[in-house]
Nanobody
Framework: QVALVESGGRLVQAGGSLRLSCAAS????????MGWYRQAPGKQRELVAT????????NYADSVKGRFTISRDNAKDTVQLQMNSLKPEDTGVYYC?????????WGQGTQVIVSS
């Protein structure tokens, strides 16, 4: 049974930083492409960042480039999202995603609220 458990979301002031973490189980983590997505109130879920299974390549939404960094630890089966210079428009529920053996898996999400 695949499980992705996110943590680290909270209320933070604009300009601040947060580090989200996602712990995976039930998959061979080092074979999964991992990613973070977010969904703001009233909007569709959108890509934030992805990282390849080996960690040698990353991809970011234009809106977060230069502010967010995705990383992974294949020894601990975790993926992180370091978020700096947060803006109110970064508010939303952040979801961990695993693309593994041609299937997408999702966590339950962690809430990030950025106050102005």
């Amino acid at each position: 049974q695949v499980a992705l458990v996110e943590s680290g979301g909270r209320l933070v002031q604009a300009g601040g930083s947060l580090r989200l973490s996602c712990a995976a189980s039930g998959i061979i983590f080092r074979l999964a492409r991992m990613g973070w997505y977010r969904q703001a109130p009233g909007k569709q879920r959108e890509l934030v960042a992805t990282i390849t299974s080996s960690g040698d390549s990353t991809n970011y939404a234009d809106s977060v480039k230069g502010r967010f960094t995705i990383s992974r630890d294949n020894a601990k089966d975790t993926v992180q999202l370091q978020m700096n210079s947060l803006k109110p428009e970064d508010t939303g529920v952040y979801y961990c995603n695993a693309f593994y053996i041609s299937r997408n898996y999702w966590g339950q999400g962690t809430q990030v609220i950025v106050s102005s």
